[in-house]
């Protein structure tokens, strides 16, 4: 069946501007994860959505970071003023109820000039 | 909060030697622990995991070992092969946190 699927595969955008980033789970998948992935280094927690359960939103950065999700569906990750070092790779990542097991997407590449 | 070490950050290999990744964990509570892979440009992917309740898992060449009492957990390849070239990357959850703290990945390259 599909994969995890996110959009812009990349983005470009000057400094201060504010970007939208998309995640498509996998139909059925309960649990969503948003992580940040600079160049050359680990995966960094950002938010995680389970159900209608408020969201855990302990790792993201500043208040410039938001998330939402619709119910057990798309979830769009928004950075307001964004800032260079803002650039690197978003994931987003789901699992179904039974599972630990975590799908990735294919990440959205950020750069802000 | 959790925090997760993983090491070597870099690692070498001859075709055909083994390989192994550690990790330690702060996080008693830590229940599951997977390995992920992942390939120049390309997503992570799960090749292994564990869970606390046993001390090793093995799949064809790579073996998980976890050591609950020292808090740590490693990753073994066997007959490495150059396909086996990427980042390895550890994580640790537990059941009542739900979210997968990672480890800061292994560059692996296995020379022909």
């Known amino acids: 069946g599909a994969g995890v699927s996110q959009s812009p595969s990349n983005k470009v955008t000057e400094k201060g501007k504010d970007v939208e980033l998309r995640c498509d789970p996998i139909?059925?998948?309960?649990?969503l994860y948003w992580y940040r992935q600079r160049l050359g280094q680990g995966l960094e927690f950002l938010i995680y959505?389970?159900?209608?359960?408020?969201?855990?939103k302990s790792g993201l950065p500043s208040d410039r970071f938001s998330a939402e999700r619709t119910g057990e569906s798309v979830s769009t990750l928004t950075i307001q003023r964004t800032q260079q070092e803002d650039s690197a790779v978003y994931l987003c990542a789901s699992r179904p109820t039974a599972s630990y097991e975590q799908y990735f997407g294919p990440g959205t590449r950020l750069t802000v000039t | 909060g959790e925090n997760v070490e993983q090491h070597p950050s870099t690692l070498s290999v001859q075709e055909g030697d083994s390989a192994v990744i550690k990790c330690t964990y702060s996080d008693s509570a830590s229940n599951y622990f997977p390995w992920y892979k992942q390939e120049l440009g390309k997503r992570p992917q799960l090749i292994i995991d564990?869970?606390?309740?046993?001390g090793e898992k093995k799949d064809q060449r790579i073996a998980v070992t976890l050591n609950k009492t020292a808090k740590h957990f490693s990753l073994h390849i066997t007959e490495t092969q150059p396909e086996d070239s990427a980042v390895y990357f550890c994580?640790?959850?537990?059941?009542?946190?739900?979210?997968?703290?990672f480890g800061t990945g292994t560059r692996l390259q296995v020379f022909p």
């Open positions: 564990i869970r606390s309740n046993v």
């Open positions: 994580a640790a959850a537990s059941y009542n946190t739900d979210k997968l703290i």
């Open positions: 139909s059925g998948h309960t649990a």
């Open positions: 959505f389970q159900g209608n359960s408020a969201p855990d």
